[in-house]
């Protein structure tokens, strides 16, 4: 069961900019490690960018530095994913994902405790 909410996802065109939001009702997301992921039909589900417990260490899959960061909202119990110079194929099912113990490396997916259900990002003209 998915405890987390993505939102924020549509369509846009290239060159164009998403703000993804990551939140939950049922615990606070600050003292958790948080990744985002995402995957197209037909390929495996890979890292786009986290933030790390405790030293708040923030990390970007390559295809991602310098265009998306990463960020976190305590009071609203909420991680954002800004995307600018999007790209076609940045096209994907974008997931946040929260775990409770530190991970390393965070972007690989492996020991992630919860999961939201997605939110699609389509870059077209």
């Known amino acids: 069961q998915s405890r987390l909410v993505e939102s924020g996802g549509g369509l846009v065109q290239p060159g164009g900019s998403l703000r993804l939001s990551c939140s939950t009702s049922q615990f606070s997301l600050h003292t958790y490690a948080i990744g985002w992921f995402r995957q197209v039909p037909g390929k495996e589900r890979e890292g786009v960018s986290c933030l790390t417990i405790p030293n708040k260490e923030k990390y970007y899959a390559d295809f991602g530095e310098g265009r998306y960061t990463i960020s976190r909202d305590a009071d609203k119990s909420a991680v954002y994913l800004q995307m600018t110079g999007l790209k076609i194929e940045d096209t994907a099912v974008y997931y946040c994902?929260?775990?409770?113990?530190?991970?390393?490396?965070?972007?690989?997916?492996?020991?992630?405790?919860?999961w939201g259900q997605g939110t699609q990002v389509t870059v077209s003209s």
């Open positions: 994902a929260a775990a409770v113990a530190p991970i390393y490396p965070c972007l690989s997916e492996g020991g992630y405790d919860y």
